[in-house]
């Protein structure tokens, strides 16, 4: 699984932008679960979908389409581990 600072990097590389506040978000629940924090925030469902593209088109200036790109690159990379 990659580290928080890889998620980053690539994300930079992709968008010009990292964002670090998604991926955060997305491996928050790694506190409390450990290894098992994939069971939150890692699959594609449309409430959390739905919470990223609204939070970041709030936020980052229309980046909602962006940031759900970037959370399923995301899951896609950890479920690649």
Known sequence: MPSH???CAIS???TGY???KLHTWI???Y???GVNHRTERHALNDVDKNKIK???DRIGD???DKAVIEWLFH???DNLD
Do not use: C, N, V
């Open 75 to 77: 899951i896609s990379l």
């Open 54 to 56: 609204q939070y970041w």
């Open 31 to 33: 506190k409390e679960l």
């Open 18 to 20: 990292d964002f670090s």
């Open 12 to 14: 930079k590389k992709r």
């Open 5 to 7: 600072k890889t998620h």
């Open 27 to 29: 491996d928050a629940p």
């Open 62 to 64: 229309g980046m909602g």
